[in-house]
């Protein structure tokens, strides 16, 4: 047997023994938060990976990580999925802030918050965009002033997505106002639980309050708690923004769900709403748009596979941009595409009316429009791709 395969044979048999039942298939992932209470299965299961390093397979193992290379690390996700085990951690702790503390925190900074980040210890919030700034992210105006041996943080960041449930939030500030705006920025750590940070959910058509405005009054932070050196926020958070487009784009491996394959429901769906003829689905239309989202989701599989044997880091650089915009179009096609099949009875969205699978298929048609905002617009990535990637003139 080769390593790899050793490798293979002991993850399987670990997976077998150690992944409770009902954590097999869909249910809740734990983000680390203190105010959401886990069941028995879950918990155990995020504390088991915990222990063996898997929550952060890629880490060094002094940080919580198993130190599993990119080989090893494809393997594991696929016994995880060959099981159908549930990711035991997700969250901006490992997929964010975590790999960002990894490459620009000090040793001090790496030993303070990394093995918390690998336990799910605290689930972290994301303090990027203001009502001023969002792709513009540059113009951003809540400060930072040293006091002593803290920062006081002043100002609000808006769409702050989870943050009633997160315990830290870090936070893009302005140190230096009189430099260019973008020499002046810093990336610090912020404990939400201090009475100088305040959360106001932003209520939705829908009644949901996913996202939030956050408000710093005073808030407290200690100079340790500043990643990356002052004034350097700019370059520390635009790696930061590619950790998180890598996520959206499947192909960050710091926590251990990235490079999933999933089978495609989609033929089984189609032909269950339209029918078929002679074998084939009935309508001419959807056939062909079926096919040509079958093979985009096959091509993206294979370029997200590809980006991952091609890595040099947990994630790549500019390639984010381009992985993340395909990944999203295609899963919004896809979202049109069941609605467009389900007809008539895909527009119902009275739930006295409509069955509960055609209104969730509905709603995450609609709420899945977002994926081309969040985490930089489409047309920001296009902007990145064209200058970034294909070295286009500005
Ligand atoms: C689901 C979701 C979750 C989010 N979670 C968070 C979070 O947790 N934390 C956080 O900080 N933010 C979060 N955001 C905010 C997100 O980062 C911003 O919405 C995004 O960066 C766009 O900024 P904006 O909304 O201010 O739009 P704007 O920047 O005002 O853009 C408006 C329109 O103008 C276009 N545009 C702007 N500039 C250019 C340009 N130079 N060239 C071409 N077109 C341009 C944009 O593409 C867009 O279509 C979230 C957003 C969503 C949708």
Not at 277 to 294: C, F, S, V
Request: glycine share 10%; with cysteine.
């Amino acid at each position: 047997m080769t390593e790899l395969e050793t490798f293979r044979a002991e993850t399987r048999a670990w997976l077998q023994d150690n992944c409770p039942p009902s954590v097999r298939g869909p249910g809740t992932i734990p983000i680390g938060s203190s105010k959401i209470e886990l069941n028995e299965d879950t918990r155990l299961w995020l504390q088991r990976m915990a222990e063996r390093g898997w929550t952060v397979p890629t880490w060094p193992k002094e940080y919580g990580g198993a130190e599993l290379n990119r080989e090893e690390y494809q393997i594991l996700i696929e016994e995880l999925k060959a099981i159908n085990a549930r990711t035991p951690l997700t969250g901006r702790g490992v997929n964010y802030i975590g790999p960002t503390i990894l490459e620009f925190g000090t040793d001090e900074q790496k030993a303070k918050w990394l093995p918390r980040c690998a336990r799910g210890e605290g689930a972290w919030a994301m303090g990027y965009s203001e009502p001023g700034a969002g792709s513009d992210l540059a113009s951003l105006s809540c400060r930072a002033e040293r006091d002593g041996d803290n920062y006081l943080i002043n100002g609000s960041k808006i769409w702050t997505s989870d943050a009633t449930y997160c315990d830290y939030i870090f936070v893009l500030v302005r140190t230096s106002p009189d430099k260019p705006k973008h020499e002046g920025i810093s990336l610090v750590l912020v404990d939400m639980s201090q009475p100088g940070v305040k959360v106001s959910p932003i209520q939705l058509i829908s009644g949901a309050s996913p996202f939030c405005e956050t408000h710093f009054d005073n808030a407290i932070v200690p100079v340790e708690d500043l990643i990356g050196g002052v004034d350097n926020g700019w370059t520390v958070g635009k790696r930061l923004l590619q950790f998180e487009r890598s996520t959206h784009a499947g192909i960050n491996i710091s926590g251990s769900q990235g490079g999933r394959v999933e089978e495609s429901q989609m033929p089984g769906f189609v032909r269950n709403y339209v029918g078929e003829t002679d074998g084939k689905i009935a309508d001419h239309h959807l056939r062909t748009w079926l096919t040509n989202y079958e093979m985009n989701t096959h091509a993206q599989r294979i370029t997200q596979r590809r980006a991952i044997e091609e890595l040099q880091s947990r994630a790549p650089g500019f390639t984010s941009s381009a992985v993340k915009l395909t990944n999203a179009l295609n899963i919004q096609d896809g979202d049109e595409l069941m609605v467009a099949a389900m007809g008539s009875q895909g527009l119902r969205w009275d739930p006295t009316t409509a069955d509960s699978a055609q209104l969730d298929t509905l709603k995450k048609f609609l709420y899945q429009k977002s994926l081309t905002i969040a985490g930089g617009t489409k047309e920001v990535q296009l902007n990145i791709i064209a200058k970034r990637v294909l070295g286009l003139p500005d």
